[in-house]
Structures are given as C-alpha cells and as structure tokens.
C-alpha cells in the first residue's frame, strides 16, 4: 500500500518501514540499544511532539540531562535538528551513552516502527538506535 511519489527521495530504508497509517510522534520511547550495544547505562528517551504551529520538537532524556529541539520528518525520513541540552555531570557510563544516544540521533537519517519498536537509521541504512515504546516497557 505505496502510493507513488512523483519527487525523487533518497536511497529507501533497506528495513522493512511500517505504512505511513503509523507514526512516531505523540509516542514516548526509551532507548534499548545504541548502535546495536545495549542501553542499559540510564534511561535515554525521545519524544516527539507537533506543537501549536506545526512544527515538531524533539525532547526527553539522555539519561543525564534534558534536552530539545527541532526534528523534520517527511514519509520515512528524519532528521534532527540543532538540540539544545542541560549540562547536568554524569557517571561516566551515563555520560559515555549519553554522547551515543545524541551522536545517534544527529545521525539518523530514515525511521522504521516495527509494532512498539521505532529504529532509526543513517543514510547507510545502518541501525544506529533501537527504542521501545515507553507504554510496551515492562520493567519492575
């Protein structure tokens, strides 16, 4: 169920992309792997919000600190934004999948929501970034 688009894209996902029926924004996610190591360190989380005129922003946590920004996504395509964040000191496990969690997002290019799993891609359609529906987590 594509429906033709007469603009050239990019190279495609090589993932398989959920149809457009879904989304990923007005969902919290958690991080479950950064670039395909587990993100056990602290709890990084994205959410991505429309706000009044539109635009979409991305916020959450990097399990340190806060942050936020613009992100643009266009069909199966994503790109983040400048991302403004608080300067909180970390553990140094936190503050090493803290630098990840933000290199991940900067580099994603391409999104892929398999059920409660959103991954983000580069443009090598490489997974930087595995999250897990923050309503499907089941932790004690």
């Known amino acids: 169920s594509c429906a033709s688009q007469p603009e050239e894209t990019p190279e495609a996902p090589t993932e398989d992309v959920t149809p457009m029926t879904e989304t990923i924004d007005e969902t919290a996610w958690i991080a479950s792997k950064i670039y395909g190591e587990d993100a ?6 994205l959410s991505i919000v429309a706000e009044e005129e539109g635009e979409l922003i991305a916020s959450g946590s990097t399990a340190c600190n806060n942050y936020r920004g613009g992100v643009k ?14 300067r909180r000191l970390c553990s140094p496990a936190i503050n090493g999948q803290e630098q990840a969690f ?25 997974v930087v970034m595995e999250l897990v529906d923050k309503a499907d987590e089941h932790q004690d």
């Open 102 to 126: 933000l290199e991940a997002l900067e580099a994603a290019r391409y999104w892929a929501r398999v059920g409660g799993t959103l991954k983000l891609l580069d443009p090598k359609n490489q």
């Open 40 to 45: 056990k360190a602290g709890r990084s989380t």
């Open 73 to 86: 996504i266009d069909g199966v395509t994503i790109e983040f934004g400048l991302l403004a964040a608080t």
